[in-house]
Nanobody
Framework: QVQLVESGGGLVQPGGSLRLSCAAS????????MGWYRQAPGKERELVAA???????GYADSVRGRFTISRDNAKNTVYLQMNSLKPEDTAVYYC???????????????WGQGTQVTVSS
């Protein structure tokens, strides 16, 4: 079994910063791609940022230059540093990890429980 635990969300003023974390634990053999998604009320879930095992990154146009995704493979953890936050960044943020377990030896996607980020004055 695999568990993902997210942390770091909260309320922040426009222009502020937050750092999200998502730690995976359990019967993990390795982790392929890691990503962060977000879903605002009334909108579809969208990809915000992703990082490969080797560290190549990609970002949505709306966050490029403000958000930074990183990972610590030794800790099975992915981070999202969010700077210069805007009210339109308000959403529930979810991590998504493609994990190969020791049992299956095939990668499948796992989701975090979601963490609320609210940007408001």
């Amino acid at each position: 079994q695999v568990q993902l635990v997210e942390s770091g969300g909260g309320l922040v003023q426009p222009g502020g910063s937050l750092r999200l974390s998502c730690a995976a634990s359990g019967s993990i053999f390795s982790i392929n791609d890691m990503g962060w998604y977000r879903q605002a009320p009334g909108k579809e879930r969208e990809l915000v940022a992703a990082i490969t095992r080797r560290g190549s990154t990609g970002y949505a146009d709306s966050v490029r230059g403000r958000f930074t995704i990183s990972r610590d493979n030794a800790k099975n953890t992915v981070y999202l540093q969010m700077n210069s936050l805007k009210p339109e960044d308000t959403a529930v943020y979810y991590c998504n990890l493609n994990i190969i377990t020791t049992a299956a030896m095939l990668g499948r996607d796992y989701w975090g429980q979601g963490t609320q980020v609210t940007v408001s004055s």
